[in-house]
Structures are given as structure tokens and as C-alpha cells.
């Protein structure tokens, strides 16, 4: 049972323009949601998060938000630049889980130049 | 440089040969955690530990053992590896509260084949 679910496994953009990277869940018991961004032979760098409380967090050019009635979650990459060519991971955790994550499958971001 | 660290980075083997992957992280973070990445099934947890001595199993621990005497090191260990357990392999840390909600350090990963 996949709880944290990206559904397109790539994504192709102009740089200058906007990236929209989609994510979905379905426990209704995630209250916190984290990007991670991942290039290829290192290890995912934290990119940004969002409390279930708040429906967006904005920090420089990307922005995530959050909507609970969906169970859907996106980030917005404005502009979008060559540098952020990398696999993006959606994913969600439990305050008082110990710490547990809950990831997707990852979207593979193309910016073009 | 605050960083995890793993060795080694890549390594191959032969089934049922015994082998530990190391984990080292030199920001005094209590909680630390192993993850296999595979294709079209993203980020899974192996174990984690919430301190010294603590461990406990995450989604797929199965073939895998951890130990944790020292907070800075949480190795994992591959008591006889079959080839299903071919991956890339991360060790995460974060300290235990923190303010970014949920941000875990990642190490460079580990990438093993078992023929």
C-alpha cells in the first residue's frame, strides 16, 4: 500500500518557467510533508517542508502547498533553473512516530536551458 | 563540514558473504537511519535508532542487522547477502527536536551489487 504517491515519474521544463512537481497521499494521520531533492550519485538533500496546520511555505523560489480535503501536496519552482535538474522526493511523516518518513517514488525534473 | 558519511561507496560481492556498511555522522545527531532505494519503489526504511543502544526495524528489515554503540556510527550489517538485497543504500541523521520539522541528513549513499 503505497501511502505517499508521486504519479509522474518525469517532468520536462524551460528554464524560466514554472515546475510544478505533484504529490498525493492517503493516511490522513501525515501531518508534516517534506521535498527532498536528489542528484544523481548523492544523497537527497532537504529542500523544503510544510505543517499541516499551514497550506504553504514558500523559501526563495520554491513554495509548497498543501491541501488536507485533497491529500495533495505540490511544489512550485519559480523560475525554474538548469541547477535544478535532479530527482525530487515527496515525503510525510507522523509527529511522535519516531521520526518515520514516508516517501514516494520520486519525479525526475528536466530543466532545459 | 557537518556530513554523514558511508563506506564504501560501492561495493560487490558474492551471496552469503558477510559484509557492514558504515555510517558515521559528526553532528551529534541522536536519531539515525538506513534506507534502500530501488527503482519505481523510491525510499524505504531498513532500521533506525533513536539513540545509543536504541534500535528498532523500519519497513523492510528483513536480512538486515544494526547496532549502535556510539552515537556517532550506526553500521549496517548484511550477515549473508543474497541478490534481492542489490540497492542503494542511505544512512540519514537528524537530531531529535530540531526546528526544521522532519529534515533529515542524508549520506552519500552506498551502492551494492550481490551476484
Known amino acids: 500500500d503505497q501511502q505517499v504517491k508521486q504519479n509522474s515519474p518525469s517532468l520536462s521544463v524551460q528554464e524560466g518557467r514554472i515546475s510544478i512537481l505533484n504529490c498525493d497521499y492517503t493516511n490522513s494521520m501525515f501531518d508534516y510533508f517534506l521535498w527532498y531533492k536528489k542528484y544523481p550519485a548523492e544523497g537527497p538533500t532537504f529542500l523544503i517542508s510544510?505543517?499541516?496546520?499551514?497550506d504553504k511555505n514558500e523559501d526563495g523560489r520554491f513554495t509548497v502547498f498543501l491541501n488536507k480535503s485533497a491529500k495533495h501536496l505540490s511544489l512550485h519552482i519559480v523560475p525554474s533553473q538548469p541547477g535544478d535538474s535532479a530527482v525530487y522526493f515527496c515525503?510525510?511523516?507522523?509527529?511522535?512516530?519516531?521520526?518515520?518518513?514516508?516517501f514516494g517514488k520520486g519525479t525526475l525534473l528536466t530543466v532545459n536551458p | 563540514e557537518a556530513q554523514v558519511t558511508q563506506n564504501p561507496r560501492y561495493l560487490i560481492t558474492v551471496t552469503g558473504k558477510k559484509l557492514t556498511v558504515t555510517c558515521s555522522q559528526n553532528?551529534?545527531?541522536?536519531?539515525m537511519s538506513w534506507y534502500r532505494q530501488d527503482p519505481g519503489l523510491g525510499l524505504r526504511q531498513i532500521y533506525y535508532s533513536m539513540n545509543v543502544e536504541v534500535t528498532d526495524k523500519g519497513d523492510v528489515p528483513e536480512g538486515y542487522k544494526v547496532s549502535r554503540k556510539e552515537k556517532r556510527n550506526f553500521p549496517l550489517i548484511l550477515e549473508s547477502p543474497s541478490p534481492n538485497q542489490t540497492s542503494l543504500y542511505f544512512c540519514?541523521?537528524?537530531?531529535?527536536?530540531?526546528?526544521?520539522?522532519?529534515?533529515?541528513?542524508f549520506g552519500p549513499g552506498t551502492r551494492l551489487t550481490v551476484l
Open positions: 553532528m551529534n545527531h541522536e536519531y
Open positions: 510544510i505543517s499541516s496546520i499551514k
Open positions: 515525503a510525510a511523516g507522523i509527529v511522535g512516530s519516531n521520526y518515520k518518513l514516508t
Open positions: 540519514a541523521s537528524r537530531k531529535t527536536g530540531g526546528l526544521r520539522v522532519g529534515e533529515q541528513f
